[in-house]
Each structure stands twice: as C-alpha cells, then as structure tokens.
Nanobody, 123 residues
Framework: QVQLVESGGGLVQAGGSLRLSCAAS????????MGWYRQAPGKQRELVAA???????NYADSVKGRFTISRDNAKNTVYLQMNSLNPEDTAVYSC?????????????????WGQGTQVTVSS
C-alpha cells in the first residue's frame, strides 16, 4: 500500500559527504513525521534525524551540526545531507514515515520503513 525507497548510500572517505533520499509512494494523504534511523552491526537501531510536515527537526547529538534533514512535501520525499562523515557513521540507514493514507475503508494511519541503504565511511 505504502512503500519507502531509499537511495544515495555508498562508500565514502572520512570527511566526505553523502546525500540520502527517501521517496514515499502509494495512496498517501499526508505524512506527519519522516526520519532516518541507522543501525551498525551488533548495535541497536537509533534515530539519526527526524522532520515534521511543518519542517521542525530533531537530531541525534552525534550528528548535530554535520547532518541536515529536509523534505519536499509535494514529492513525499525526505533527504539527509551528511557532511564531515567519519567511520562511526558507518551503518545501514533506514527511512521511516508516519503516514496517513487512503484505503477502501477510508483514511488509515501507519508506520512504514524502507529497506535500508548502506553507508560505509573509510578512514
């Protein structure tokens, strides 16, 4: 019904930059919060950044000042600009969205996840 597709991951050297994108598709009425999570091997998933439909943002302390989250509501797309990357940023980054969508029975609400994109930062 609703799908999130991430792109933009890859391999980058320390100090470099990457830009992640996540596009939501389906019978979407609106998206309240969109965010990026990451999970490194052997570690729990953590919130990296989130943004509301009104463009209020929240960042993990570890990325504040280096990462910037933004969104294009018309395209149902969220972006994560990652600058000054370091090896500790290496993880699978997953997109999350709190979606209000249309169904045969009317309006529905649910949390959706993308499949994740690998970000690897070498030293």
């Amino acid at each position: 019904q609703v799908q999130l597709v991430e792109s933009g991951g890859g391999l980058v050297q320390a100090g470099g930059s990457l830009r992640l994108s996540c596009a939501a598709s389906g019978s979407i009425f609106s998206i309240n919060v969109m965010g990026w999570y990451r999970q490194a091997p052997g570690k729990q998933r953590e919130l990296v950044a989130a943004i509301t439909s009104g463009h209020s943002t929240n960042y993990a302390d570890s990325v504040k000042g280096r990462f910037t989250i933004s969104r294009d509501n018309a395209k149902n797309t969220v972006y994560l600009q990652m600058n000054s990357l370091n090896p500790e940023d290496t993880a699978v980054y997953s997109c999350h969205a709190d979606v209000n969508y249309c169904s045969a029975s009317g309006s529905s609400h649910g949390d959706y996840w993308g499949q994740g994109t690998q970000v690897t930062v070498s030293s």
